[in-house]
């Protein structure tokens, strides 16, 4: 969706949300720098939501299984940290802006989680007082700041449209000096796609200036705007995707005169229509390089260095501001402190410390926790307050003052040097980036691949198209047979200690029914007994297929089973096997993968190829050799080779 949010379409998405009012905030998300996902869940019938947020951009639920990070970041945790468990007791649209608050009830009180999607957006906590905890992006304009620890105030009021009355309407439009589309747009806060539709239904050109607009072709806008609005108001929504040349452009509550050439889908909500755009911005959360986490780190402590040095300049002012202001009420201070010390000798001094407590120049006195504080003008008539120490002298004052005002310049210009030398760093690591950014734009970029299931074992697909599988290890031996041999399936294994388990599906790679040929049984069995201990020792091994209910984890009595190892019962349908493999690119499931199998299932899918057997070449060199032959990363090919040397033997349309 190219345009952002209207007034209008917070109106549509905060009255479509009141379902998730009373749910329950089970988890909260940092997906990236702008987008959010909550976990909810309503306590009384069970059902699960997720809210997505997007920064600046929209915000709806989904269905959608995203990936979220195992790390939250800074915000995500302090969101947690209040929210995580509360109850959502209201979603609102503030007065009739571009902003919704989630009202969130917590033991201590009601939290707000502030959204706001006019400018760059931002995201504010706030807490039961409306004092910003944490902001999303700390901002400052001339009527309010965004920013922890400060009250939370919206931007100043905008014209509601539902309240403008006939009168104030045509007051409002003949104020414009501009064309009619624009007036309605920004002056009556219609945004611009509703302005067009208005001019469209009231049959007037956008682009007719104000000041060529008859009384009688304003009303007619006003009149047109009326019935818009009250379909808002009776919420008469009929919600569409507008489509153009099959793709989606836009999301609205009902369909539009003023869209031409478009097609429209309907759907039942807004929302669910904002949720087809969550893939196509939410970029894939890259793992974050040691020079990323370095700059962020370096950037942190800049900005903590740089906080520093304002309060030490302030600090520094402010103690030769004191020294000089003793001096400047020498006589007067000196008078206050002499009468302290007679009334400290006096057993009875109540009175008196009242006394000098309604002095107009003392603020506070109190001996009893050492705090004496004045009110001291300056030249030019200004009053500070200045602590006192009632058991010193002026001159002993003023000198404190002076002493801390030196202290602090020396360590002002101790945290100047560590601040250039950090704004160096952040220099030399910012170049660093650039230069790596640059070599990976140089750098043909590739898709990202799907990763499928069966990819987090031993795996390939015979000639007939049945995922094959297989252990890498004794854990991993026990979990595939467990949790994937079924009925239908079929069980391989070498007969060679450490060989692994393999589990023949009866389904391809989109869960598609496959019959289990005799050829993939074959295949299954050479598979099972290339990676098995064999490859380091023999040519060839002796291998064998079951039923899944000849395998069992049950010994007999007496007898011990270990780990990855099962016990199988009744007959073995043996294969002598020649361990030979071969390696290739081969379509799955529309994505390309480097797949190492028998040689048969390989060259069913493939022309260009490698054909290894065992040898003498050790196993991370030859990986090496085949991933530059493929184009793809050493560790790719090596987590695929069997344990053990080999040696090529064939190539076809590949060069090694």
């Not at 209201?90 to 571009?98: A, Y």
């Not at 072709?217 to 379909?231: N, P, T, Y």
């Not at 980036?433 to 970029?445: F, G, H, I, L």
Request: hydrophobic content about 35%; glycine content about 6%; aromatic content about 8%.
């Amino acid at each position: 969706m190219n345009r952002k949010l209207s007034s209008f379409d917070i109106y549509v998405i905060v009255s479509e949300l009141q379902c998730l009012v009373g749910t329950n905030i089970e988890k909260i998300y940092q997906l990236t720098r702008n987008d959010f996902l909550l976990r909810l869940k309503n306590i009384e019938t069970k059902e699960k939501h997720a809210l997505y947020i997007r920064n600046g951009g929209f915000l709806c639920t989904t269905e959608k299984n995203i990936e979220t990070p195992q790390t939250p970041s800074t915000f995500a945790m302090t969101l947690r940290k209040y929210l995580q468990q509360g109850i959502i007791a209201s979603i609102t649209q503030h007065e009739f802006d571009r902003i919704i608050t989630i009202c969130i009830e917590k033991k201590e009180g009601a939290y707000a989680l502030i959204i706001e999607f006019f400018s760059e957006g931002n995201i504010i906590l706030a807490d039961p007082e409306g004092t910003i905890i944490l902001p999303l992006i700390k901002q400052t304009w001339a009527h309010r700041s965004i920013k922890s620890r400060e009250s939370y105030l919206p931007p100043p009021s905008q014209i509601n449209p539902f309240t403008l009355s006939k009168k104030e309407f045509i007051e409002k439009i003949k104020e414009s000096s501009t064309d009619i589309v624009r007036t309605l747009a920004v002056t009556i806060n219609l945004s611009g796609a509703i302005a067009e539709e208005i001019c469209t239904r009231a049959g007037i050109d956008k682009q007719r200036k104000i000041n060529g607009l008859s009384e009688k072709a304003i009303a007619k806008i006003f009149d047109e705007l009326s019935v818009f609005l009250h379909l808002f108001q009776r919420k008469a929504f009929r919600p569409v995707l507008v489509k153009k040349e099959g793709k989606t452009i836009d999301v609205l509550p009902f369909p539009f005169t003023s869209y031409t050439d478009v097609e429209y889908d309907h759907i039942p909500r807004v929302v669910d229509g904002l949720a087809r755009f969550i893939d196509r911005k939410l970029i894939e959360r890259k793992k974050e390089g040691k020079t990323e986490k370095l700059r962020g780190k370096l950037q942190r402590q800049l900005r903590q260095q740089q906080e520093a040095i304002t309060l030490l300049k302030e600090e520094i002012v402010t103690k030769k501001q004191e020294g000089d202001l003793i001096y400047l009420h020498y006589q007067e201070i000196e008078a206050l402190l002499a009468e302290i010390t007679a009334v400290l000798e006096k057993k009875e001094k109540e009175a008196e410390i009242a006394t000098i407590n309604e002095y107009s120049f003392v603020k506070v006195f109190n001996p009893t926790e050492n705090q004496l504080i004045v009110l001291l003008k300056d030249t030019s008539g200004t009053i500070h307050d200045v602590r006192l120490s009632f058991r010193k002298t002026v001159a002993e004052n003023a000198e404190q003052a002076y002493a801390k005002n030196k202290k602090l310049r020396s360590k002002l210009h101790g945290a100047q040097q560590s601040l250039a030398k950090t704004k160096k760093q952040v220099t030399d690591v910012e170049r660093q980036m650039q230069q790596e950014q640059q070599k990976e734009e140089r750098t043909p970029s590739v898709q990202k691949e799907r990763q499928f299931w069966f990819e987090r074992y031993r795996w390939f697909l015979s000639s007939g198209g049945n995922v094959v599988i297989g252990g890498k290890d004794a854990k991993t031996n026990d979990l595939i047979v467990k949790k994937y041999l079924k009925e239908g399936d079929r069980y391989a294994h070498a007969d060679v200690q450490g060989a692994p388990s393999v589990i023949i599906k009866s389904k391809g790679v989109n869960d598609d029914a496959r019959p289990i040929s005799a050829k993939t049984l074959e295949e299954a069995c050479m598979f099972a007994a290339s990676y098995s201990k064999a490859w380091k020792q023999f040519a060839e091994a002796q291998a064998y297929w079951v039923l899944p209910e000849q395998v069992s984890k049950t010994p007999q009595s007496g007898e011990f089973v270990p780990k990855g190892g099962f016990i199988i019962r009744g007959k073995r349908n043996y294969c002598r096997c020649t361990l030979k493999l071969a390696a290739g690119e081969v379509d799955v499931g529309g994505y390309q993968k480097i797949m190492v199998g028998p040689v048969s299932a390989v060259t069913a899918r493939t022309k260009q190829y490698i054909v290894l057997q065992p040898g003498g070449t050790a196993k991370h060199e030859l990986a090496k050799t085949l991933a530059n032959a493929f184009g793809v990363s050493v560790e790719t090919l090596d987590r695929l080779l069997p344990a053990g040397g080999a040696t090529i033997v064939k190539t076809a349309g590949v060069t090694v």
